[in-house]
């Protein structure tokens, strides 16, 4: 039979080391007799190496070890942006842990601070009475240490942050502050100006396998050892650094997100003087930049009945699928011309391809190649109506699926967008289309937006026809003043009713756009339409003011 009084004790000395979490990390392990009293010495008298029904478990707590550096620049601009407003870094995980740090650049106040201000000015009459015994009291419960964060930033130990000692740490015996959230509130009655930075570091999630929590009476909790350094720029080993040592015990942490009462951030009001922050001496505030290392130590239990399991780490595989590459492969028989099957006349430019592959990317050029009409029965087929260095980047993209690199994203600029979105919807390459329709969908300005308003209406893309009448509707007057409108009017009459539909839904705004030709200046520019092979000779004409 088991030792029920065994039992009992192991349950209540764990339950005792659960709940008293400010003992600092050990390791612990647990031997427990499941024998009957004398069962054992029998064997251990016969010689016996193993004695039957004994078990042995193991208890190992330790931490992992993380750290994030946040750099913040412009720190002139975000001062004044008011009470208990963060600028957040970047999520970052330890642990299974996701972790944002907020630094304050005008403090954080205490929820009995900020209501202490807010008396003060619902009793502004009667402020020289109400500020005297409101400060005793605030004082008072200052020095009881009843608020967070009460008397931070003094004492021994080093926690002054005015001292000019290369470290600062918090003061041994004094309480971490645990940021409870609580909404700012901005410019109310007597704002009372704060001298101090704030910073601190939240618990904002978790990934499938987070580890360190334990269950106690606050709900779900993580437990850490946190340390905050403000970074000395001038590489002179003047930190400014606080954070808790073991002696003080771990921070209890909530995993409660929902909760707007779980104290789910850890940190100080009273990090940094702003006069310290911003003497240039001390090479905190380099360049209007300030940098901020957050280190962390979570503690982990592992073993025993209580501590919740902890899912393996997944192994790395040990083959490496490499991503795939069947585009790359096509684009090297476009490129070392491996055996090519047609050449296109584009302009008297040869360019050798693969009907295979061009069939079976486009059902135009699949009708061209393999069909009963004439090309197919040619190995040269002369391409009409289509500049020759627009039909080689699509022939590049009916082959790896991508743009060229010199014409992806940003770099594709509008007269090619438009030539391709052509071209794209003249060879049913739909990918292709929707990437010119998108980039001139962004690119929509006063001096193109006629010409792309005419090719949407032209080839069916209805997104930027869309885009464009809003656009017109918006600059009508710049608009009616480009050359590329009268081009518009004479191709697509009929966009001149659905423009007036779009003017008579349209609230009225005030255009902001401004010609850069000035009065009495005159500039002849010479362009290209991007529509077709037409050509057109553009002046600008100056506005009139």
Not at 267 to 275: C, I, L, M, N, W
Not at 402 to 430: C, G
Request: aromatic share 4%.
């Amino acid at each position: 039979m088991p030792n029920t009084r065994s039992d009992t004790q192991a349950h209540r000395l764990a339950h005792d080391n659960q709940q008293n979490n400010d003992v600092p990390p050990t390791n612990l392990e647990m031997t427990f007799d499941l024998t009957t009293p004398g069962e054992g010495d029998g064997d251990s008298r016969q010689g016996k190496t193993q004695t039957p029904g004994k078990s042995v478990s193991k208890t190992v707590t330790d931490t992992i070890v993380g750290e994030h550096e946040h750099t913040i620049v412009g720190y002139s601009l975000i001062k004044g942006i008011g009470d208990g407003e963060p600028i957040a870094s970047e999520r970052f995980e330890v642990g299974g842990h996701e972790w944002v740090l907020l630094f304050y650049p005008d403090g954080k106040r205490s929820s009995a601070e900020v209501q202490h201000g807010l008396n003060m000015a619902a009793s502004a009459p009667n402020a020289a009475n109400n500020n005297a015994v409101g400060g005793t009291t605030l004082d008072a419960r200052r020095a009881s240490g009843q608020i967070e964060g009460a008397g931070r930033d003094q004492g021994a130990g080093g926690g002054a942050v005015g001292q000019p000692a290369p470290v600062a740490t918090a003061a041994v015996g004094q309480p971490e502050e645990v940021l409870t959230p609580v909404m700012p509130v901005h410019n109310v009655g007597h704002n009372v100006g704060n001298d101090y930075c704030a910073l601190f570091v939240a618990l904002i999630g978790e990934t499938d396998s987070p580890q360190g929590v334990v269950s106690t009476s606050e709900g779900r909790v993580v437990r850490a050892f946190h340390r905050f350094t403000l970074v000395d720029q001038t590489n002179r080993n003047l930190d400014v650094s606080k954070g808790r040592r073991r002696d003080q015990g771990a921070v209890k942490i909530s995993c409660a997100r929902q909760d707007p009462n779980a104290r789910n951030c850890h940190g100080y009001r009273k990090f940094v003087k702003k006069s310290l922050l911003e003497d240039p001496g001390r090479g905190l505030l380099v360049n209007d930049t300030i940098v901020i290392r957050y280190q962390i130590e979570l503690v982990v239990s592992t073993g025993g009945a209580l501590s919740r399991q902890v899912l393996p780490a997944k192994t790395p595989k040990a083959v490496v699928v490499p991503p795939p590459n069947l585009g790359t492969n096509l684009l090297q028989l476009f490129e070392e011309h491996v055996s090519p099957d047609v050449v296109f006349n584009v302009d008297d430019l040869k360019m050798e391809a693969h009907k295979i592959i061009l069939s079976a990317r486009s059902p135009v050029f699949k009708a061209l190649l393999t069909g009963p009409m004439k090309e197919g029965k040619q190995d040269v087929v002369t391409i009409k109506d289509v500049r020759a260095p627009v039909f080689k980047t699509l022939l590049y993209f009916a082959y790896a699926d991508v743009l060229p690199p010199e014409l992806q994203d940003s770099k594709l600029d509008v007269p090619m967008a438009q030539h391709l979105l052509a071209a794209a919807d003249r060879f049913q390459l739909i990918r292709l289309r929707c990437i010119c329709e998108q980039r001139l969908c962004d690119s929509v300005a006063v001096e193109t937006v006629a010409t792309t308003l005419a090719l949407a209406e032209q080839n069916n893309a209805r997104e930027l026809k869309r885009v464009c009448l809003e656009f017109v509707s918006k600059h009508l007057q710049a608009v009616m003043a480009t050359e590329g409108y009268e081009y518009l009017i004479k191709t697509c009459p009929q966009l001149q009713s659905e423009l007036l539909t779009v003017i008579a839904t349209t609230p009225p705004t005030v255009s902001h756009y401004r010609s850069r030709t000035h009065v009495g200046q005159v500039h002849a520019r010479h362009e290209e339409s991007p529509v077709g092979d037409l050509i057109v000779h553009r002046r600008v004409r100056p506005r009139r003011e």
